[in-house]
T-cell receptor, first 114, second 110 residues
Framework: EPEVTQTPSHQVTQMGQEVILRCVPISNHLYFYWYRQILGQKVEFLVSFYNNEISEKSEIFDDQFSVERPDGSNFTLKIRSTKLEDSAMYFC????????????FGPGTRLLVL | RKEVEQDPGPFNVPEGATVAFNCTYSNSASQSFFWYRQDCRKEPKLLMSVYSSGNEDGRFTAQLNRASQYISLLIRDSKLSDSATYLCVVNEDYGQNFVFGPGTRLSVLP
């Protein structure tokens, strides 16, 4: 069964450093997403991406964040100048069609900012 | 403010029990509704979509009441493996992002 994959599974970084989280969505899916979940809190939407551009973003997704699809398979989330409060689990998801359709989530990257 | 609210939980039930979870959403223009389950420190996994007419998948039954902006999930004959956090998820308007509820934790006890 096709699945979304994410690397790395864990990332530890120093405050102020840049991190890149990587995702490989399901191959025939057209819509890609990033969500985050701070420990003990609910899953929060960050950004959606379609046709090589951002289609929606939340108020969390400020200038510190960027997304890119550098090739035909990878979808990345870059966090510049990380802050302590960026520590969270970051989930990538993909869907075949619009958000009205089921989104499939990757296993997540646990980011710890020290 | 767009919100999805759920029963606070946790629910601790014996094996074989029937348990029901409730969810309300604030945006009347919401279009799609789902129940996901999330095991500890894992990703959300789709349990079932929720259709206007209600739908059933084995031991699981989902209901949607658009007038009351209310979604429910019923689990019959609960198993130990049903222990997880159940997430009510709503897609609002015609946007692409999911809005997640805070989840209700279920523990099924032997």
């Amino acid at each position: 069964e096709p699945e979304v994959t994410q690397t790395p599974s864990h990332q530890v970084t120093q405050m102020g450093q840049e991190v890149i989280l990587r995702c490989v969505p399901i191959s025939n899916h057209l819509y890609f997403y990033w969500y985050r979940q701070i420990l003990g809190q609910k899953v929060e939407f960050l950004v959606s991406f379609y046709n090589n551009e951002i289609s929606e973003k939340s108020e969390i997704f400020d200038d510190q964040f960027s997304v890119e699809r550098p090739d035909g398979s990878n979808f990345t989330l870059k966090i510049r100048s990380t802050k302590l409060e960026d520590s969270a689990m970051y989930f990538c998801a993909s869907s075949e069609g619009t958000g009205k359709e089921t989104q499939y989530f990757g296993p997540g990257t646990r980011l710890l900012v020290l | 403010r767009k919100e999805v609210e759920q029963d606070p939980g946790p629910f601790n039930v014996p094996e074989g029990a029937t348990v029901a979870f409730n969810c309300t959403y604030s945006n009347s223009a919401s279009q799609s509704f789902f129940w996901y389950r999330q095991d500890c420190r894992k990703e959300p996994k789709l349990l079932m979509s929720v259709y206007s007419s209600g739908n059933e998948d084995g031991r699981f039954t989902a209901q949607l009441n658009r007038a009351s902006q209310y979604i429910s999930l019923l689990i019959r004959d609960s198993k130990l493996s049903d222990s997880a956090t159940y997430l009510c998820v709503v897609n609002e308007d015609y946007g692409q992002n999911f809005v997640f509820g805070p989840g209700t934790r279920l523990s099924v006890l032997p």
